[in-house]
């Protein structure tokens, strides 16, 4: 396996969403696991599941908020998830919290 400073980080979402671009299920670990993370090894990379959460968006008000946990990996580092979404929405409101709703 490859190794050394270089990680691949990011926010992977599955494929559940609300009516109206609610919450977006963040982290997700089915993706990961078949699909991902096979053609990563296949480079030579290890893949991990370090956690995961939930995403709210609300588009008109331009606010993101991060919480939530995973069932089955816990709860992700939520202050990175958010750095990540502020490079992309610089313009939007984004929050974190460890709240489970």
């Not at 991990?48 to 331009?62: P, Q, R, T």
Request: aromatic share 8%; proline share 3%.
């Amino acid at each position: 396996m490859k190794t050394g400073a270089n990680y691949l980080s990011g926010v992977f979402p599955s494929c559940e969403r609300s009516d109206g671009g609610g919450t977006i299920n963040s982290i997700g670990i089915p993706l990961i696991d078949t699909d991902l993370n096979p053609e990563m090894e296949k480079l030579g990379y290890e893949c991990k599941c370090l956690g995961g959460g939930k995403i709210e968006h609300n588009s008109k008000d331009k606010k993101i908020r991060v919480f939530g946990l995973s069932t089955g990996y816990g709860k992700a580092d939520h202050s990175v998830t958010v750095e990540i979404l502020k490079k992309e929405y610089t313009d939007y409101e984004i929050t974190w919290s460890d709240d489970k709703k």
